[in-house]
Nanobody, 118 residues
Framework: QEQLVESGGGLVQPGTSLRLSCAAS????????MRWYRQAPGEAREWVAG????????KYADSVKDRFTISRDNAKNTVYLTMNNLKPEDTAVYYC???????????WGQGTQVTVSS
């Protein structure tokens, strides 16, 4: 069964860092582009960052560019989101997404809460 499991969320102070992980299972991870989305209370889900299969091209939303870094380890079937200089507006539930550009198969994780507050 295809599964994505996020971890690493929590309550942090502004200006600090956090790294989210998303462990994949049940499908060929290296065939999937991986993306992070987030959803703040009362807001629509928004795309945050993405990383392709090969080559490992990365893209970021303007709101997180130069602060967040997406990376992947195909040997561990895991994608990461390293978040630096966190701001209160980064508070949201963060979701991992896997997308196969050849078959259009898509999977979602259950989300992990990130709260940035002093």
């Amino acid at each position: 069964q295809e599964q994505l499991v996020e971890s690493g969320g929590g309550l942090v102070q502004p200006g600090t860092s956090l790294r989210l992980s998303c462990a994949a299972s049940g499908f060929t991870f290296s065939n999937y582009a991986m993306r992070w989305y987030r959803q703040a209370p009362g807001e629509a889900r928004e795309w945050v960052a993405g990383i392709h299969t090969v080559p490992r091209v990365t893209k970021y939303a303007d709101s997180v560019k130069d602060r967040f870094t997406i990376s992947r380890d195909n040997a561990k079937n895991t994608v990461y989101l390293t978040m630096n200089n966190l701001k209160p507006e980064d508070t949201a539930v963060y979701y991992c997404n896997a997308y196969n550009p050849w078959t259009s198969n898509e999977y979602w994780g259950q989300g992990t809460q990130v709260t940035v507050s002093s």
